[in-house]
């Protein structure tokens, strides 16, 4: 079996032969439903596909965003980071129904629901600590209570999937949950994702679960292991196609090595600084159009 980016090549092909045609909310597409990956993190490898370049900057800043709890799109903005510009606008935000929120707040996303989960939202700008449910550190505390003890738990699921307050966001969730294992000294994480777009989102996310897998291995003195990559809905805009067929003719080069420079005291101690990359190697650029 094909492992790591061959994976996704592979799914790339897959779709574009036998691919569902589909009429979606933002651009019609051709999809397969409950697809799988896998990416070996042992070695410090860090899956950053390599048959394009993948912008791993703004990756990693938008991760330590999520991980901060931080939900305005300004502070991505100030770090030239554009992800999060299309769901951000004015008139984004108003065909959500979200007119209260100023220009840039995101509501209730995913740096909400890992630090705070439920807590009541108002604005970007509120005080959240001790409010609501700090998923992530429970995640971290769980994983030190298992290498502690040695007993196994499956109960280390770090869910970003809240229906309370699905319509307060201007984006749901695409990524919705991520579960823990810990085995001997490693770490692995299994990821569910209801939606991907497979030409941006997805390069995207593996590398982003890669960045967070990493970054708890190494805060609980632990080795990173795995990344298992499940897709619900794995889906190629049209518009992709011709950008993706020039991109599976190529062949995908080693995984980049990462390197962070030491455990902190605290989640929140880590910055961009931190991290590392080391021997990336990849093909010219591919350029895709964002869909907000």
């Not at 597409?29 to 042992?42: V, Y």
């Not at 929120?101 to 108002?122: C, I, M, S, T």
Request: glycine share 8%; net charge positive.
């Amino acid at each position: 079996m094909p492992y790591g980016e061959k994976q996704y090549i592979r799914l790339v092909k897959k779709i574009i032969d036998y691919g569902y045609p589909e009429r979606g909310r933002n651009g019609n597409t051709i999809s397969l439903i409950g697809e799988k990956m896998k990416f070996s993190l042992r070695g410090n490898k860090i899956p950053l596909l390599t048959t394009k370049k993948l912008a791993w900057k703004s990756c990693l800043k938008e991760l330590l965003w999520f991980v901060s709890g931080d939900t305005s799109n300004k502070t991505l903005q100030k770090q030239n980071v554009k992800i999060w510009n299309g769901n951000a606008s004015r008139e984004f935000l108003d065909s959500r129904g979200l007119i209260h929120l100023a220009e840039n707040d995101l509501g209730p996303v995913y740096g909400h629901q890992w630090r705070f989960y439920n807590a009541k939202y108002f604005n970007n700008n509120t005080n959240y600590s001790g409010k609501g449910i700090d998923q992530l550190q429970n995640i971290i505390d769980g994983i030190n209570e298992c290498k502690k003890t040695g007993i196994t738990s499956r109960r280390l699921i770090l869910n970003a999937w809240n229906p309370e307050q699905i319509d307060e966001m201007a984006l749901p969730p695409c990524h919705v949950l991520s579960q823990y294992f810990v085995q001997d000294d490693t770490l692995t994480c299994a990821l569910y994702q209801r939606s991907g777009d497979i030409g941006l989102g997805i390069p995207f996310n593996i590398a982003s679960y890669g960045f967070l897998t990493h970054l708890l291995a190494k805060h609980c003195g632990l080795k990173a292991r795995e990344l298992v990559h499940f897709v619900g809905n794995a889906h190629i805009y049209n518009n992709h196609m011709s950008s993706l067929k020039k991109q599976v003719l190529r062949k995908p080069k080693e995984p980049p090595i990462l390197k962070i420079k030491e455990k902190k005291e605290n989640i929140d101690d880590y910055n961009f600084k931190d991290f590392l990359i080391e021997n990336y190697e990849y093909n010219d650029e591919i350029k895709m159009d964002m869909r907000a």
